[in-house]
Each structure stands twice: as C-alpha cells, then as structure tokens.
C-alpha cells in the first residue's frame, strides 16, 4: 500500500522542480531585502545633512523691479536649529551681479540671522535668476544651501525684428520691426531718430504705423536703393520719453 496520499503523490510525480523554484524565489527574496537595507543605510545619512541645522525661513525669493530701479535687495531668515556651532565657511552667487553678504559667519544653537542678497540690474531686463550657495561646518560636517533670487525687470520697449538686412542688388521692398511699449509707460511714437546725421539724407525711407495707441507700432523700412553697401542706426522718439529712455533701443538697417 502506498503510504503517501494520491494528491502528495501527483504533485510529487508531476512537479520535480517545485522545492527547488521555491528556494531560488525565498534566496532572491534574502538578496533583495539584503540590497534594500544597505541602499537606505547610505541613503539615510546623506538626506539628514541635506536636511542641515539652518532652518531658512524661505530659500526662493522673487520681487518685481520697477522702471528704473538700479538695484534689488532680498534678505534670507535663519535659524539654527541643531545643538551644535554653525560656522558659514562660503557665500557664493552664480553671477557676479549678486553679492550674498552677512553680519557674522558663526552662530549658536538656537541663534538666528539673515543673509542679504544685493543685485544690480545694470541693462538687464526680463526675466533673471540667480542662485546663492551657501557653505557649512555643523558639528564637525560639511553642508550647503541652496538659495534663489528671481527678479522680473520690467522692459520699456520690444523690439520683434530689430535688424532689418537686405542684400546688395536684391529687390528694395520694404521690411517690418514691430514695436510694443510697455503697458505701464505708454507712449506716443512720433518719429525716427538717425545716429549720426539727419533722417532726411539716410539710405532707407520710414513709416510708423500705430497699432494701438501709445502702446503698439510697427515701423516700416523701405531702401532708396540696394546698390551700395551700408549700415544705420535709427531710435525712435517721443514727446513722451522725458528720461530719454528710447536710445536704449536702437533698430538697424544694414545693405550688405
């Protein structure tokens, strides 16, 4: 008599592999856990000191210019939060334009401070962003931080199309640059500008045509003639540019 029930006996008789796969998944399994332990033990370590004893109040800063402003000033809160020294050992920008700056570079458990951020906006317009790197000894380890300035300076004028080229020979049609003001400092374009001499004697001849008052134009250039090669400069004027702002946005024509 077979002592084994039926049922042991056809899994045994059909599946002469089954111990064997059962013992590659359970070692896989034991590898598995195994690499997963030592992954977060290295893991661990590193996002604690990305955490850091500086607790910022805020690491993004963004403020808004206003026309003419020369310069933007952002100040970054701290505390720190460990009970141990922090000594800032680096404060570093990505750009020389900003300069990170503090009182003091050691501050106790508990103590607080504030990095200011100086920018100067020179000709700079749009959209800009800088990055502040600040540096650490905390406790015997080595730190940093990331700070960002975003700055959006307003922009006077868009220029689309700003230089107008033709080839010499080629057919003297006209070309387009369009021009869109500033939303808040609308003005009435009244006219063009050469830079050295007088509009009556340039090669090219100009239109302005107003697309919405004091706010959208587009200024149309046709060449006298494309036989001779040249380059000019034009700017647009204005009764209302009363800080002579329009020079700082030349258009050019060039035959070449």
């Given at each position: 008599m077979n002592p084994f029930p039926k049922f042991e006996q056809g899994v045994c008789s059909t599946n002469p592999y089954r111990?064997?796969?059962?013992?590659?998944?359970?070692e896989a399994n034991k590898l598995y856990r195994l690499l997963f332990g030592i992954i977060v033990t290295f893991l661990l370590p590193a996002a604690a000191q990305a955490t850091g004893a500086l607790q910022?109040?805020?690491i993004d800063v963004s403020l808004d210019a206003e026309f003419g402003q020369k310069e933007v000033n952002a100040y970054y809160a701290f505390t720190n939060a460990s009970d141990s020294v922090v000594n800032i050992t680096k404060t570093q920008a990505s750009c020389g334009c900003t300069v990170p700056s503090l009182e003091k570079k050691t501050y106790a458990p508990g103590e607080s401070g504030e990095l200011h951020a100086h920018f100067d906006i020179g000709s700079r317009v749009g959209k800009q962003r800088k990055e502040i790197t600040v540096g650490t000894e905390e406790g015997g380890t080595n730190n940093s931080y990331k700070l960002t300035l975003n700055v959006e300076i307003p922009?006077?004028?868009q220029l689309k199309r700003r230089a107008l080229l033709w080839k010499?020979?080629?057919?003297?049609d006209s070309k387009d640059c369009e021009v869109i003001i500033h939303t808040q400092r609308p003005m009435k374009i009244?006219?063009?500008?050469?830079?050295t001499g007088d509009p009556a004697s340039s090669s090219f001849n100009f239109e302005i045509e107003e697309i919405e008052a004091n706010h959208k134009y587009k200024l149309r250039i046709t060449p006298k003639n494309t036989t001779a090669k040249v380059r000019e400069t034009y700017?647009?004027?204005?009764p209302d540019d009363t800080e002579k702002r329009l020079k700082d946005f030349p258009v050019y024509a060039w035959i070449r």
């Open positions: 111990f064997a796969e059962s013992s590659t998944v359970m910022w109040e805020r922009q006077l004028i010499a020979g080629e057919n003297p009244d006219g063009i500008a050469l830079k700017y647009f004027t204005s």
